[in-house]
């Protein structure tokens, strides 16, 4: 009883190392060498292709950028596994997207589950992913045990495309929490305050969230703006989010996209300390650009004029 695994990136990587000491894994990667180096250190086997599968797989999971990538794959897929094999799209994916696989998964008597993942890679690693669950009742209890190794907090939220759908809408949340803390501590640091000290003074107090409690400290504060996850797929889940709200009174939505947008056109294709794409925590960086204001920098104490000394003059 097979599993074959496909997308052995920066996430696909340490979940395969997880995973592998539980089932036996086929692994495949566009990036035949990848597949080989990974297949022998977990002691698995890579596949050269996807266009004739060995007999007796049973399960395929997916880890793809995003559903056109995901759509091509399971057209090869489809016409190939044995009626009740079950395929796992990990990856996030357009929900709506997501539901026509179902569909076309039922119709082959295949078992199609969305369970996309929040953590990124340091959870990854330890198999402490957040998996968000959906697809017919039966198919997301079947899929539970292949999920276990890579994930702590395992929820079933409902139907085909929930999964994705919860997935995007989390990444908006995200987002909108990373970006306005930036324009919080960029005011705070005009004002004087230090950057450290105002995210102290956030973390114990209401306005914390995961932003500010990891990201700031870990991948801002210190510069380094290496979270692991990319500003473009940090924008393509927003947006699949923004796209769910369609018809929809959503202007904090609106806002946070654009904001995210505007900072991929400044910033351009790579942070000025490393040559990759962009982290999605660098849009920190563009709101300390467009203010000129430079959060590990010494704060200028500023001189707000909260009042004014008796006699002075209106001009």
Do not use: C, W
Not at 38 to 57: K, N, Q, S
Not at 280 to 291: A, G, K
């Amino acid at each position: 009883m097979t599993t074959l695994f496909i997308g052995l990136g920066k996430m696909g990587d340490p979940m395969v190392r997880r995973y592998a000491p539980t089932h036996e894994v086929l692994l495949y990667d566009v990036d035949a060498a990848v597949s080989g180096s990974l297949a022998a250190a977990v002691g698995g086997r890579a596949l050269a292709g996807l266009d004739d599968l060995p007999a007796g797989i049973r399960t395929v999971i997916l880890m793809l950028p995003n559903s056109r990538i995901v759509e091509s794959v399971v057209g090869l897929l489809f016409v190939q596994l044995e009626p009740g094999a079950l395929v796992v799209d990990m990856g996030s994916s357009e929900p709506h997207s997501t539901q026509r696989l179902a569909g076309e998964a039922a119709a082959a008597g295949i078992a199609f589950v969305d369970a996309p993942v929040s953590g990124g890679v340091a959870k990854a690693r330890v198999g402490e992913l957040s998996i968000m669950v959906g697809g017919a009742a039966a198919d997301r209890e079947r899929s539970m045990e292949h999920l276990a190794p890579l994930g702590t907090s395992i929820t079933q939220v409902g139907p085909s495309g929930s999964g994705h759908a919860a997935k995007a809408l989390n990444n908006l949340l995200s987002a909108t929490n990373l970006t306005a803390a930036a324009e919080i501590f960029t005011v705070a640091r005009t004002f004087g305050i230090d950057a450290a000290v105002m995210l102290d003074v956030v973390n114990s107090s209401t306005g914390r969230s995961q932003a500010t409690e990891v990201k700031y400290a870990k991948h801002v504060l210190n510069g380094t703006f290496d979270s692991g996850f990319s500003l473009d797929l940090m924008l393509k889940d927003v947006a699949i989010a923004q796209a769910l709200g369609a018809g929809l009174s959503t202007p904090i939505t609106d806002k946070t996209v654009g904001v995210l947008a505007e900072a991929r056109r400044v910033l351009g294709d790579a942070g000025p300390l490393h040559a990759v794409p962009l982290d999605h925590t660098e849009v920190v960086r563009y709101v300390e650009t467009v203010n000129r204001v430079e959060l590990r920098s010494e704060p200028a104490l500023s001189e707000p004029a909260l009042s004014e000394p008796e006699g002075a003059a209106h001009v």
